[in-house]
């Protein structure tokens, strides 16, 4: 119980950092380019990473016959992911893009049962649609929901990010059975931002660096070491613990706080639906808690899509 119990802390520390990167990234798209942005942010953070992976492990290197699969999880985990999510947060809300991000993992725990990754009970799937509904009501309740659908590029982009981000889960798969998920990560971010500068050039070069602005830079920073370095070393910890279902149904607490933070940075309204929202959320994690701990059947944890 006390090992729960500390999951439980770790992935709400997670996810209350991952829901403030919604508002903290789409404010520093304001000032630096699109694409830019995440080159510097998984670029410098897979490299802190490479670095930790050395002192932890004792080496840094992956079999030659691995770096296709590893190409793989770059390529949907961060490339693409970066790609839809950027310009998702710069064609509509971070309301819009959290709401949408909390079908994650519903296409998490589909493509999970698809391939035999473990087995989710009924009361599993009870907990995560009262979840989504919550989601729903905080976000729709606002002022900024009846908005949602109005901007059908980004709101597209944002389900791009769901979809390209939960398939990365796939060929980490085999990768679990010969690494552990730190150094599978760093690969990730290193090799999905090498395929993403040849894209992000036009925007590096283009990009005002003396312009940016102190909270521009600021921002960068916090996506660089908060919510790409310490919360996947948090989140990676503690689905080791209690699984990956049960640390999908906290990505719905994620979607709260992001709406919760989006009012309180960038202006948006609070209204009684959205409170009543929360609790359901909130009533959600608790329902499913005590059902969601089973253990995946691969012997390493996984991860739940990233969309943030």
């Given at each position: 119980?006390?090992?729960?119990a ?138 900024s ?7 059908l ?9 769901v ?11 085999p ?11 760093t ?10 500068v ?23 920073g ?23 279902s ?40 608790i ?6 701990g ?15």
């Amino acid at each position: 119980m006390t090992r729960a119990a500390s999951a439980d802390l770790l992935l709400l520390t997670a996810v209350t950092l991952w829901g403030l990167n919604y508002s903290i990234v789409k404010f520093g798209l304001s000032e630096i380019a699109p694409l830019a942005f995440p080159v510097f942010r998984f670029g410098v953070g897979g490299i802190v990473l490479l670095v930790i992976l050395r002192l932890r492990e004792g080496s840094i290197g992956v079999r030659r016959e691995d770096l296709p699969l590893l190409a793989l999880v770059g390529l949907f985990g961060i490339t693409l992911s970066q790609i839809s999510f950027v310009f998702a947060l710069t064609n509509t809300s971070a309301s819009d893009t959290a709401l949408l991000g909390a079908s994650a993992p519903i296409m998490t725990a589909l493509l999970a049962a698809a391939v035999g990754l473990e087995r989710s009970g009924r009361r599993h799937w009870v907990a995560v649609s009262i979840g989504l509904v919550g989601v729903v009501l905080i976000v729709v309740g606002g002022a900024s929901g009846a908005k949602l659908g109005s901007n059908l590029l980004g709101d597209g982009l944002a389900l791009t990010n769901v979809f390209v981000s939960s398939v990365s889960v796939l060929p980490i798969l085999p990768l679990l059975r010969r690494y552990s998920a730190h150094r599978i990560l760093t690969y990730e971010m290193l090799i999905g931002t090498a395929i993403l500068v040849p894209f992000a050039v036009p925007g590096l070069l283009a990009q005002d660096y003396a312009r940016v602005t102190l909270a521009g830079w600021g921002s960068l920073g916090y996506a660089v070491v908060f919510s790409g370095i310490v919360t996947n070393l948090l989140y990676f910890t503690a689905v080791g613990r209690v699984g990956p279902s049960r640390a999908a149904v906290y990505q719905y607490l994620q979607s709260f706080l992001a709406v919760l933070f989006a009012v309180i940075l960038l202006g948006e309204n609070v209204t009684p639906i959205q409170v009543l929202g929360g609790a359901v959320v909130v009533g959600s994690i608790i329902f499913g808690r005590s059902t969601l701990g089973r253990r995946p059947r691969s012997p390493r944890p996984v991860r739940t899509a990233r969309v943030a």
